[in-house]
């Protein structure tokens, strides 16, 4: 898909547990997203990237860290997982400040119990 | 902060028809507009990106339009599918935030 993938694609995890989402591209866009998909409030920002070491908060922050050591990885972190973050993950790409369109990738169904 | 809605929330058509969907949004400072298709339980695909400076943008059996201005943009798809229900997402970019809206659930009958 555009060479972004997401990993893992599904994952089951209980409250209070570290988890740590995985978006890898192959397109050395400058530009990575991380979003989460929720009936009735659709796609949220979470952070983005701008470049290795460059990170920012989006709309929904809290509770969520992230990391990009490398251009091509982008990682989404739950410190301590809540029930509240059950969703689908969703983390798009894009290179000249988005002037190019977004490319998601395939999307991670996390389901915290 | 930038709204984005989309009319109607759902659509049923025979297969066949010809047939429009609606995308609204607060803030004309906008950079582009892109149209995605998403599938159920899958991700987004891009189908059309409209430049702020474009009035519109063709492909195949799609044609997106935009009015800055007016704060709107349309989807036409031209003699509609089975093959192409899905939910339609629209999503307005400016200053690295991208505001979706909550989409069209298209469903073509045959």
């Known amino acids: 898909d555009a060479g972004i993938t997401q990993s893992p694609r599904h994952k089951v995890t209980e409250t209070g547990t570290p988890v740590t989402l995985r978006c890898h591209q192959t397109e050395n866009h400058r530009y990575m997203y991380w979003y989460r998909q929720d009936p009735g409030h659709g796609l949220r920002l979470i952070h983005y990237?701008?470049?290795?070491?460059?990170?920012d908060k989006g709309e929904v922050s809290d509770g969520y860290s992230v990391s990009r050591s490398k251009t091509e990885d982008f990682l989404l972190t739950l410190e301590s997982a809540t029930s509240s973050q059950t969703s689908v993950y969703f983390c798009?790409?894009?290179?000249?400040?988005?002037?190019?369109?977004?490319?998601f990738g395939s999307g991670t169904r996390l389901t915290v119990v | 902060k930038q709204e984005v809605t989309q009319i109607p929330a759902a659509l049923s058509v025979p297969e066949g028809e010809n047939l429009v969907l609606n995308c609204s949004f607060t803030d004309s400072a906008i950079y582009n507009l892109q149209w995605f298709r998403q599938d159920p339980g899958k991700g987004l695909t891009s189908l059309l990106l409209i430049q702020s400076s474009q009035r519109e943008q063709t492909s195949g059996r799609l044609n997106a339009s935009l009015d800055k201005s007016s704060g709107r943009s349309t989807l036409y798809i031209a003699a509609s599918q089975p093959g192409d229900s899905a939910t339609y997402l629209c999503?307005?970019?400016?200053?690295?935030?991208?505001?979706f809206g909550a989409g069209t659930r298209l469903t073509v009958k045959p």
């Open positions: 798009a790409i894009s290179d000249f400040t988005g002037g190019d369109g977004y490319t």
């Open positions: 990237s701008y470049g290795v070491k460059d990170t």
């Open positions: 999503a307005v970019y400016n200053n690295n935030d991208m505001r």
